[in-house]
């Protein structure tokens, strides 16, 4: 059952009030720091993905000093994450197509990052939202799950879950609206044991005398 605006707009209200600031947990200082920590992320934690970088930024924190650090150099410093060999190449070509075509700078416009290598929509939109303050919205697996089970959305895609989110929550809160879901569904409304009973917005959320 899809939510009334004037609940959906007391929902987000709430989650504003509770983290007025909400922000990414990735830990970066640059645009290109938070796009290879996105990259890195799939399929990873945000943890695991913090220590890699913390020993690997302090070394190489650019296109060209990556690209120096060579295919092998980069695995050292990922080797501890998921899928590091597919994730190390993808840096790799993207770090090449930065420095070839963007002088070293990375892109603020979703073609030019959709075109980098190991970057699809999500991690686009993550980019432009957390980087560049775009009002996008990633849709993850926390996001996709909570905003079917607060009736955000009915889909069973995730860009239909994406474009239904753009459509139902209102501008003034789109800007944080990513931030305030994932770590919603990260922390509260989780996969198999929802923290109903603590939940801010559980007298709002039409699933949760159902889950």
């Not at 983290?19 to 695991?48: C, G, H, M, R, W």
């Not at 070293?104 to 999500?122: C, I, M, T």
């Amino acid at each position: 059952m899809k939510t009334k605006p004037n609940i959906i707009s007391e929902m987000f209200s709430r989650l504003q009030a509770h983290n007025p600031k909400p922000s990414t947990e990735l830990v970066y200082n640059s645009p290109f720091e938070l796009l290879i920590a996105v990259i890195l992320s799939a399929q990873a934690t945000d943890v695991s993905v913090n220590k890699a970088t913390l020993k690997l930024y302090a070394v190489a924190n650019t296109p060209q000093a990556i690209l120096d650090l060579g295919l092998d150099g980069l695995k050292d410093y990922i080797k501890t994450i998921g899928l590091y060999n597919t994730k190390a190449a993808n840096i790799i070509k993207t770090c090449q197509i930065l420095v070839e075509q963007h002088q070293g700078q990375v892109p603020n416009n979703r073609e030019s990052l959709e075109a980098l290598a190991g970057v699809g929509r999500k991690t686009a939109n993550v980019v432009l939202n957390t980087a560049f303050g775009w009002p996008t919205i990633a849709v993850d697996t926390h996001i996709f799950r909570i905003a079917n089970r607060l009736g955000l959305a009915q889909s069973n895609s995730v860009d239909g879950v994406e474009k239904q989110l753009l459509a139902c929550i209102p501008d003034e809160f789109k800007l944080d609206a990513h931030h305030w879901l994932i770590l919603h569904g990260r922390y509260v409304c989780t996969a198999r044991k929802p923290q109903c009973a603590s939940c801010l917005l559980a007298d709002l959320c039409p699933s949760a005398t159902k889950i």
